[in-house]
T-cell receptor, first 113, second 114 residues
């Protein structure tokens, strides 16, 4: 069975500093990988996705993620965060064999002034 | 193009009651998925409807049900509410089934069960 682990429930970081949000998944087959962002009182918005091809994926708002098959990881990074990046971030995995998606528990990103 | 809309946005019910939540997808989208979001369990997939048929179902009891109409609007019903059903219920729409890379979420309905 698939599972997604987001190792940090909260990550504080100073404004303009770099950030990495960690995500590991378990699956024995090929997967699609996603990062979503949820701003306060809103639904989820897709940040980026890995379907195939290049392992470095660039998304919206300056975020990028790298798919590492050997480490079964899909960590999200941004070189310089802004106060507007304050949100909860969800990693998700979808098994290519079925039409289901599993989400991690989320990581709250706190931007410190 | 209008986004995914969910009504109502907030709801308070008491234990034992039932509730119906509504989701209107983006125009042209035929798939609607429902998710439950709680602080303890995170986001969990409830079910997906495509062309008025349930295509996928998560691990939730039979008290959770849904349906989709010919205009792709979807409703979710929870009967015999329990305190643990308090959550943010999100729906998402996409053109086709399983299109998680092209899934658009609504703002959610926050259900509080007292």
């Amino acid at each position: 069975a698939q599972s997604v682990t987001q190792l940090d429930s909260q990550v504080p970081v100073f404004e303009e500093a770099p950030v990495e949000l960690r995500c590991n998944y378990s699956s024995s087959v090929s997967v699609y990988l996603f990062w979503y962002v949820q701003y306060p009182n809103q639904g989820l918005q897709l940040l980026l996705k890995y379907l195939s091809g290049s392992t470095l994926v660039k998304g919206i708002n300056g975020f990028e993620a790298e798919f590492n098959k050997s480490q079964t990881s899909f960590h999200l990074r941004k070189p310089s965060v802004h106060i507007s990046d304050t949100a909860e971030y969800f990693c998700a995995v979808s098994d290519r064999r079925d039409d289901k998606i599993i989400f991690g528990k989320g990581t709250r990103l706190h931007i410190l002034p | 193009k209008a986004g995914v809309t969910q009504t109502p946005r907030y709801l308070i019910k008491t234990r034992g009651q039932q509730v119906t939540l509504s989701c209107s997808p983006i125009s042209g989208h035929r798939s609607v998925s429902w998710y439950q979001q709680t602080p303890g369990q995170g986001l969990q997939f409830l079910f997906e409807y495509f062309s008025e048929t349930q295509r996928n179902k998560g691990n939730f009891p039979g008290r959770f049900s849904g349906r989709q109409f010919s205009n792709s609007r979807s409703e979710m019903n929870v009967s015999t509410l329990e305190l643990g059903d308090s959550a943010l219920y999100l729906c998402a729409s996409s053109l086709g089934t399983g299109n998680f890379d092209e899934q658009y979420f609504g703002p959610g309905t926050r259900l509080t069960v007292t």
